[in-house]
């Protein structure tokens, strides 16, 4: 079963823009993952969040995280049409199992 | 280096066929790790290994799912009987070790269709 939701399901914007996603998840964690995957076959690892942060960056990605609202959130700036992708937030359990939210497919256009 | 890889990327069986899918992890990784995605599940986890055990099965849907991993590297995903509820991309990811601070790196996976 998945931890929680993300929402949007799915979200279109223009290259140049902001994307936001926001994933919800039910227990506590010790870090919250957020993954890329193209096409529907492997998935990328793009950041990792530890419980005791509440914002972080890579590149022209941030991510944060609000354990009292079990919540975090992906913001891609400056999107290109190579970001089109569906995206997952992913929390750790017991023996490092990925438990994955519902996934935000994202689409850019030029 | 290499990634994860694993074969067959595709593979369309007959409903009560067995199949079995293969994953090769990154060298030197001890951890390595099935999940499933489905459209009606989503991305689940299915089992893991820390070098050649897999302490913990419940994951896997049911006793026609089998998995073994050899000399801490190759793993098999092995499907008996399969129904059409296993068509799936079934994904392979190995870590360095068992950890939550230690990325997964994921393979393409494997499209398994029953028809």
């Known amino acids: 079963s998945q931890q929680g939701e993300e929402d949007p399901q799915a979200l279109s914007i223009q290259e140049g823009e902001n994307a936001t996603m926001n994933c919800s998840y039910k227990?506590?964690?010790?870090?919250l993952q957020w993954y890329r995957q193209n096409s529907g076959r492997g998935l990328v690892h793009l950041i990792l969040?530890?419980?005791?942060?509440r914002e972080k960056h890579s590149g022209r990605l941030r991510v944060t995280l609000d354990t009292s609202k079990k919540s975090s959130s992906l913001l891609i700036t400056a999107s290109r049409a190579a970001d089109t992708a569906s995206y997952f937030c992913a929390t750790v359990g017991t023996a490092s199992k990925l438990t994955f939210g519902t996934g935000t497919r994202l689409q850019v256009t030029l | 280096g290499a990634g994860v890889s694993q074969s067959p990327s595709n593979k369309v069986t007959e409903k009560g066929k067995d199949v079995e899918l293969r994953c090769d992890p990154i060298?030197?990784?001890?951890?390595l790790y099935w999940y499933r995605q489905s459209l009606g599940q989503g991305l689940e986890f299915l089992i893991y290994f820390q070098g050649n055990s897999a302490p913990d099965k419940s994951g896997l849907p049911s006793d026609r799912f089998s998995a073994e991993r050899t000399g801490g590297s190759v793993s098999t995903l092995t499907i008996q009987r399969t129904q059409q509820e296993d068509s799936a991309v079934y994904l392979c990811?190995?870590?360095?070790?068992?950890?939550?601070?230690?990325?997964?790196?994921f393979g393409p996976g494997t499209r398994l269709t029953v028809t």
């Open positions: 227990t506590s964690i010790n870090n």
């Open positions: 060298s030197g990784h001890t951890a």
């Open positions: 969040i530890r419980s005791n942060e």
């Open positions: 990811a190995s870590s360095l070790a068992l950890g939550d601070l230690y990325e997964q790196y």
